[in-house]
């Protein structure tokens, strides 16, 4: 167990500490908004970071796909990074999650390529298709915005070694952080219409449910 941490440090953590903040200031940048680019906030993204690294290096040797690891700590870097912008600009880079998808999906493809894991890849079209289709619902019901939509196509890439605990537990996390966010509103003079990130909640469901094993 003491070497899986120390895998899980030096090729996730760390990495997900340096990759996080960077990621974070770009994204605010292409938004015009590198004012909100604070130290607080970046050391935020880069403990998060850190953790997400951590998560996903050790969801892939626990699933005993090692391949699957440089593609979900990038995956999970970017969720961090784009729930960082949402958190405090009420929106979501594009570019940032364009790109993160096009580089995630081409990690996972040749790292679970090379273990002929099929099953997990297309449980990773899969997850990403389900979320997709749900945020678009919530984008036409709920008040989501689009950016949420995009986040959501990323998210769900990295759902292919997902367990059934674990994503109902992403499904809790994302419920109540979004109760919590909506209540902060309302008590601040809010009203039913009052926008809240959702970017936040939706990051903390998806390496929830990929990283969490019974």
């Given at each position: 167990m003491a070497d899986v941490w120390s895998l899980a440090v030096v090729a996730g953590a760390l990495p997900g500490a340096a990759i996080c903040p960077l990621l974070t200031s770009w994204g605010l940048r292409r938004l015009g908004r590198r004012d909100r680019a604070s130290g607080l906030l970046l050391v935020a993204s880069g403990l998060l970071g850190a953790l997400a690294g951590a998560l996903t290096v050790m969801t892939s040797d626990r699933a005993d796909?090692?391949?699957?690891?440089?593609?979900?700590?990038?995956?999970?870097?970017?969720?961090?990074?784009?729930?960082s912008c949402d958190a405090v600009t009420?929106?979501?880079?594009?570019?940032?999650?364009?790109?993160?998808?096009?580089?995630?999906?081409?990690?996972?493809?040749?790292?679970?390529?090379?273990?002929?894991?099929w099953r997990g890849l297309v449980l990773s079209g899969v997850g990403s298709a389900a979320a997709t289709v749900s945020l678009l619902l919530c984008w036409r019901f709920a008040g989501a915005g689009f950016g949420d939509v995009r986040l959501a196509a990323l998210g769900g890439l990295g759902l292919g070694h997902a367990t059934h605990e674990g994503l109902l537990l992403g499904l809790v996390?994302?419920?109540?952080?979004?109760?919590?966010?909506?209540?902060?509103?309302?008590?601040?003079?809010?009203?039913?219409?009052?926008?809240?990130?959702?970017?936040?909640?939706?990051?903390?469901?998806?390496?929830i449910a990929a990283t969490c094993r019974p």
């Open positions: 796909v090692r391949g699957l690891a440089p593609g979900l700590v990038i995956w999970g870097c970017a969720l961090v990074a784009a729930a009420q929106r979501i880079p594009t570019p940032l999650i364009r790109q993160a998808t096009v580089v995630t999906c081409a990690l996972l493809v040749g790292g679970l390529s090379v273990h002929a894991d996390a994302f419920g109540a952080m979004t109760g919590v966010q909506a209540g902060v509103a309302l008590a601040r003079g809010g009203t039913r219409r009052t926008l809240i990130p959702y970017g936040p909640a939706l990051a903390a469901g998806f390496l």
